[in-house]
């Protein structure tokens, strides 16, 4: 993501303990990227609730690595994070920029697996009974984020969710008009690279929507080059 200053944003988001290779991905991730814009990078990474540790910086003689480290447990109550989140959609509120990048990292403010994938739910029955124009893209964003933390049958009824909405089936109507619908298998590989261009439009770095989508990184970088062109 590119910021204001021409630097450009690279974040992350874990829910283990930090190691060594996370560091060395990172690294490796950044020099691509630079080796390609030549801009200065700022890495952040938000850890779930739980993690502590915060890792030291990466050393290896030639070459030294920095990071911002943000502990959601240390800054946010997910109970109290997720009342004021399902209020506010119930009462119709508007949702601002940073309801909806709360929103996006809510289910990581639990520390208990099953708490987390709870929270997911509740968080997209209250936005897909809303029926808004961001609905899908919020509950997308929000699970990429937290696609390996989010359990069954949490994770599956979310998925049905996405299928479901008014997009996918406008996608799915063209696509059967076209003679081009294979059943339920092609229409989750289109919510999976919905699910993808969510991700990288809220700053989810190219590596990270890989790794949680299953999409290779050719993919996910014509994805990523399509969104800048479209801004």
């Known amino acids: ?23 060395i991905r990172y690294a490796y991730y950044e020099l691509r990227l630079f080796s390609d814009r030549q801009q200065l990078i700022r890495r952040i990474i938000v850890y779930a609730a739980g993690i502590q540790k915060t890792p030291d910086p990466l050393y290896i003689g030639t070459l030294s690595t920095h990071q911002h480290s943000i502990h959601l447990s240390r800054h946010f109550d997910g109970y109290r994070e997720l009342d004021r989140v399902l209020t506010k959609i ?21 520390e208990h697996p099953r708490h987390r994938s709870r929270a997911a739910w509740l968080v997209t ?22 696609y390996s933390t989010i359990a069954n049958p949490e994770k599956n009824k979310i998925l049905e969710v996405l299928e479901m ?59 990523h080059k399509r969104i800048k062109q479209e801004r």
Not at 93 to 99: G, I, P, S
Not at 204 to 219: D, N, Q, R, Y
């Open 125 to 146: 029955e209250a936005l897909d009974a809303e029926k808004t124009d961001d609905a899908a893209y919020l509950i997308g964003t929000m699970f990429a984020c937290n």
């Open 1 to 23: 993501m590119a910021l204001e200053d021409n630097t450009l944003l690279h974040i992350e988001f874990e829910s283990s303990e930090p190691t060594i290779n996370d560091q």
């Open 165 to 223: 909405s008014q997009a996918f089936q406008e996608l799915y109507r063209r696509l059967e008009e076209k003679g081009m619908a294979k059943g339920m298998e092609k229409g989750m590989e289109q919510g999976i690279e919905k699910t993808a261009i969510a991700a990288l439009k809220e700053g989810a770095s190219p590596i990270f929507v890989s790794k949680i989508t299953g999409l290779p990184m050719e993919k996910i970088e014509e994805l």
């Open 90 to 110: 119930a009462h119709h509120e508007r949702l601002d920029a940073e309801d909806k990048l709360r929103i996006m990292l809510l289910p990581m403010m639990f």
